[in-house]
């Protein structure tokens, strides 16, 4: 048998260790061993005199070794004089191959662990992208088509976050109210997902409920209040909601802890409205209201956090960005492709939460 037949990586690294003293191959013998004999005592062992007189009987032998890799166990033995030196050598490729053993074992578990991380954020994101899905179509659903009101131009919008998993919580209301008047809803539920979009819709759908039976503002937000604190999932809703009276050119509104609402004045001077009057819904109890004048000529916005902050935009100066944009909306033509185009500057093209707004422009001589 020759030198290299039927060896193994470890085996024929110790076999290239049978050196002379000028680092010269010694002629190497190969003889196969039963593997149990030496199973638990290493991969590289070398045997005492006896063991080698009972492995290779009436030879003269200098050196042997023992080896057990992959392929087979084998003794590897020299009766060059040389031979008596591999002891030590041996004893180092032992403590190489175990290290380097221990190593391939450590790489291979890590592997296996990377492998399954992998495999599991696979599947959260598989789930995520689902539900952020489902979220937008939910939202989506709610969200109506602005009627058509006399005297009144309005704009909406409402567009899903745009990155991440953070949609569902944002929604708008435009309500023709019997008595001639237009009630105008904004609001955002605190969280995100399903479960915002499905909060969402209840406080939607109490809100016009409350609305359709024309009570003044305060009292529409207490009473979606004390429905929102009863829902089995605590929940924090912030809500602004506003009534026009177009008989007396008015403009009465309530705060649940929303963003202050804006009129634009004829001379395109901003002016927020509504600031800190209450609590959100399902926290507040008493929500004051308040009149102002809305004359012909007159804007008004109501909006959510979507184009002002971020994770990368502070919120002061978010708004302040939009008051100071509001003056050049007026003086195109058409209000949608310019919220479009604002919307864009100042998010920069990507919002990471859900974007609502009204914008209502009073016609002159818009009586309903």
Same mark, same amino acid.
């Given at each position: 048998?020759? !030198? *290299? &037949?039927?060896? +193994?990586?470890?085996?024929?690294? $110790?076999?290239? #260790?049978?050196?002379? /003293? @000028?680092?010269? =191959?010694?002629?190497?013998?190969?003889?196969?061993?039963? !593997? *149990? &004999?030496?199973? +638990?005592?290493?991969?590289?062992? $070398?045997?005492? #005199?006896?063991?080698? /007189? @009972?492995?290779? =009987?009436?030879?003269?032998?200098?050196?042997?070794?023992?080896? *057990? &890799?992959?392929?087979?166990?084998?003794?590897?033995?020299?009766?060059?004089?040389?031979?008596?030196?591999?002891?030590?050598?041996?004893?180092?490729?032992?403590?190489?191959?175990?290290?380097?053993?221990?190593?391939?074992?450590?790489?291979?578990?890590?592997?296996?662990?990377?492998?399954?991380?992998?495999?599991?954020?696979?599947?959260?994101?598989?789930?995520?992208?689902?539900?952020?899905?489902?979220?937008?179509?939910?939202?989506?659903?709610?969200?109506?088509?602005?009627?058509?009101?006399?005297?009144?131009?309005?704009?909406?919008?409402?567009?899903?976050?745009?990155?991440?998993?953070?949609?569902?919580?944002?929604?708008?209301?435009?309500?023709?109210?019997?008595?001639?008047?237009?009630?105008?809803?904004?609001?955002?539920?605190?969280?995100?997902?399903?479960?915002?979009?499905?909060?969402?819709?209840?406080?939607?759908?109490?809100?016009?409920?409350?609305?359709?039976?024309?009570?003044?503002?305060?009292?529409?937000?207490?009473?979606?209040?004390?429905?929102?604190?009863?829902?089995a999932e605590p929940s924090f809703v912030t809500c602004?909601?506003?009534?026009?009276?177009?008989?007396?050119?008015?403009?009465?509104?309530?705060?649940?802890?929303?963003?202050?609402?804006?009129?634009?004045?004829?001379?395109?001077?901003?002016?927020?409205?509504?600031?800190?009057?209450?609590?959100?819904?399902?926290?507040?109890?008493?929500?004051?209201?308040?009149?102002?004048?809305?004359?012909?000529?007159?804007?008004?916005?109501?909006y959510t956090d979507g184009p002002v902050e971020s994770?990368?935009?502070?919120?002061?100066?978010?708004?302040?960005?939009?008051?100071?944009?509001?003056?050049?909306l007026r003086a195109g033509p058409d209000a949608g492709?310019?919220?479009?185009?604002?919307?864009?500057?100042?998010?920069?093209?990507?919002?990471?939460?859900?974007?609502?707004?009204?914008?209502?422009?009073?016609?002159?001589?818009?009586?309903?």
């Amino acid at each position: 048998m020759t !030198a *290299a &037949d039927g060896l +193994g990586p470890v085996a024929e690294a $110790v076999r290239k #260790a049978f050196v002379d /003293a @000028e680092g010269r =191959p010694v002629a190497v013998r190969v003889r196969r061993l039963d !593997a *149990a &004999d030496f199973r +638990g005592r290493g991969r590289v062992v $070398v045997p005492d #005199a006896a063991t080698v /007189a @009972e492995l290779v =009987p009436s030879q003269r032998v200098t050196g042997a070794v023992v080896v *057990a &890799d992959e392929d087979a166990t084998v003794l590897l033995h020299t009766d060059d004089p040389e031979g008596a030196r591999l002891a030590p050598t041996a004893a180092g490729v032992d403590a190489a191959t175990a290290e380097l053993t221990g190593t391939v074992s450590r790489l291979r578990a890590e592997a296996g662990v990377v492998d399954a991380l992998h495999s599991i954020g696979r599947r959260l994101t598989a789930q995520l992208e689902r539900e952020r899905t489902l979220a937008a179509e939910l939202s989506r659903s709610m969200v109506p088509a602005a009627p058509r009101i006399p005297g009144l131009d309005l704009v909406t919008r409402y567009l899903p976050a745009a990155t991440g998993s953070k949609v569902g919580g944002d929604w708008f209301d435009v309500l023709r109210l019997g008595s001639g008047a237009t009630a105008f809803v904004i609001g955002d539920v605190v969280g995100h997902g399903v479960t915002a979009a499905t909060v969402m819709g209840q406080v939607r759908t109490a809100i016009r409920s409350y609305a359709l039976l024309e009570l003044p503002p305060s009292k529409v937000l207490r009473n979606v209040s004390q429905l929102t604190s009863r829902f089995a999932e605590p929940s924090f809703v912030t809500c602004f909601y506003a009534v026009h009276e177009p008989a007396d050119h008015s403009l009465t509104y309530a705060n649940a802890g929303h963003l202050p609402a804006v009129l634009v004045h004829a001379d395109g001077t901003p002016e927020q409205i509504g600031e800190a009057l209450a609590q959100p819904l399902g926290v507040g109890a008493e929500f004051p209201q308040e009149k102002v004048a809305f004359p012909p000529e007159t804007d008004l916005l109501l909006y959510t956090d979507g184009p002002v902050e971020s994770r990368t935009r502070d919120l002061t100066l978010g708004i302040g960005g939009l008051l100071a944009a509001l003056g050049g909306l007026r003086a195109g033509p058409d209000a949608g492709t310019a919220w479009d185009r604002l919307i864009h500057d100042l998010t920069g093209g990507s919002h990471d939460d859900d974007i609502a707004l009204i914008h209502v422009r009073r016609r002159d001589g818009g009586a309903a």
